[in-house]
């Protein structure tokens, strides 16, 4: 399984960005997906997430921000992010859950500027 990530730059506060995470896979065989993200010098953290059955899950400090969704056909997830501050800054990776397996992309750069 292989996770191509996309779509980061660098962008002005209060704008916005769509990543978005191709699979190699159908992504419905997937128990979940989700994006993480990681600063420098701090530990990777969960971003979103979203389940086979569509459920998703949002980290307290992008909820009503950020947007996870995916597109089956497409075997591609996105995270919409909208709003964003300087503090959204980081590497952003996507994960794929299958059994006990978890897969991650390459990471894109994601750089907010005041």
């Known amino acids: 399984v292989q996770l191509q990530a996309s779509g980061g730059g660098l962008v002005q506060a209060g704008g916005s960005l769509r990543l978005s995470c191709a699979a190699s896979?159908?992504?419905?065989?997937?128990?979940?997906m989700g994006w993480y993200r990681q600063a420098p010098g701090e530990q990777r953290e969960l971003v979103a997430t979203i389940t086979s059955g569509a459920s998703t899950n949002y980290a307290d400090s992008v909820k009503g921000r950020f947007t996870i969704s995916r597109d089956i056909a497409k075997n591609t997830a996105y995270l919409q992010m909208n709003s964003l501050k300087p503090e959204d800054t980081a590497v952003y990776y996507c994960n794929a859950a299958r059994g006990g397996d978890y897969y991650w992309g390459q990471g894109t750069q994601v750089t907010v500027s005041s």
């Open positions: 896979t159908n992504i419905f065989t997937f128990n979940a």
